[in-house]
């Protein structure tokens, strides 16, 4: 008599498997980073995360994390008065303000602004403030670097250069212009240092 058959197992329902969470940056002495303990988780995560997404912003950290004859200074913080996003002078990084970008570009606007994006604009002009450069200069490298971040991502949009990268748009808004036409409103508060919505543009349409 032949071995029983083993009873049929159910077929398993395949779960799909969440991509593992990139290990938090350990800023090494190439910064000098300020801030409450939970600040500088939140910006090691999203540093560490972001390196992951991008090959540009992972060689801008590595760079400025090995360029301990010019540290870094970034003081984190959330909210500070007088702060949009950062300041060049005093160092600050505003985290609230950056994580109003959301981490990847909503679906029906692929050539929004991200959190990655800005955070490599504050990292790329504090390394250039370190390296002895004015606000002119650093402003347009990092926007190099910003720009390299994007494409990285798959946008294939690039944030003009000073003096086409933002002008003043309605109620103290700024608005951020792209080399395709896309145009990114940022809504700010009445001292113009919180931000308190982003309007998405989309390039208009040619007219043939
Ligand atoms: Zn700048």
Known sequence: MPPAS??????????????????PFTPGAGFEISGSAADKASFNAMVGAEMARSPSFKALVEAINADSAH????????????????????GKMDLTDIEKWPTDPPADHPHAMTQGQNLAHVLSEAHQKAL?????????????????????????????????DVVLGTGGSVVFQFDNGYKEQV????????ITGITRNEPPTPTP
């Open 6 to 23: 083993p009873a049929a197992s159910p077929t398993p329902t395949p779960t799909a498997t969440p991509p593992p969470t990139p290990a």
């Open 132 to 164: 002895g450069q004015a606000y002119a200069a650093a402003h347009a490298t990092a926007i190099g670097d910003e720009n390299r971040y994007r494409h990285d991502r798959g946008q294939t949009s690039s944030l003009r250069l000073p003096p086409n």
């Open 71 to 90: 540290p870094t200074k970034l003081d984190l913080g959330r909210n500070q008065a007088g702060i949009f996003v950062d300041g060049f002078v005093g």
């Open 187 to 194: 809504g700010r508060d009445a001292a113009g240092t919180s």
